[in-house]
């Protein structure tokens, strides 16, 4: 079943999350809403979906990078993306390796139509559950990092435009008219340093 996703601006998006019990991760109301989730991601699609987006305050997320969307990229190295099989965190606790100096943009399925340079780690250390209710510890880098602390991030009530960089905030099709082709650098040298576009 497509669950429908909570857009900004709904008060879910804004709050704490709740840690699930090992009771509640096993029932089926859980097992059902995990596969949910997954549909409701794939068909959007995006590589992480986290409880809140669907309205739900819980500390639950589901993520995965297929293979499928990487077709055509050109800057899957630079992003340091690589495939992620599906997996749900549930109750997780970030640690947060190094600065948050690696800049890309970045899009959320709760604001759809848009995105924006947001600076984060290329590393995180994350200790969960799985959907089974399992201890898991996952070291993660490159877009992967990402995608946790952007995930992890909505179970705290936060969404990416806390973090962005605002003078970059563009509407997709005015990333993908002007900024997709080019670098980082050249998109912040006229974006945030007000600098001619060339
Ligand atoms: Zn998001």
Redesign the pocket.
């Known amino acids: 079943m497509k669950l429908k996703i909570s857009t900004v601006g709904e008060s879910v998006l804004r709050q704490q999350a709740r840690p699930l019990s090992l009771d509640e991760i096993q029932s089926p109301y859980i097992q059902s809403l995990i596969e949910h989730m997954c549909e409701t991601m794939r068909d959007a699609p995006g590589v992480g979906l986290a409880a809140p ?1 669907i309205g739900l305050p819980l500390q639950m997320a589901v993520i995965e990078d297929r293979a499928e969307y990487h077709k055509g990229l050109t800057d899957l190295k630079e992003k340091e993306r690589e495939v992620v099989p599906f997996h749900v965190i549930i109750n997780p606790r970030i640690q947060i390796v190094g600065p948050c100096d690696i800049e890309f943009f970045e899009g ?3 604001l759809p139509g848009y995105t924006a340079i947001v600076p984060r780690s290329s590393k995180v250390l994350v200790e969960c559950l799985n959907e089974k209710g399992e201890p898991q510890r996952i070291e993660a880098s490159g877009w992967y990092a990402r995608i946790l602390q ?1 995930e992890i991030d ?1 179970l705290y009530g936060s969404l990416y435009i806390d973090r962005m960089y605002s003078r970059t905030f563009a509407s997709l099709e005015n990333y993908n008219r002007t900024w997709k082709e080019k670098t980082i650098q050249e998109s912040l040298n006229v974006l945030v340093q007000g600098k001619k576009l060339d």
Request: aromatic content about 0%.
């Open positions: 987006q959320c399925l709760s952007h909505h």
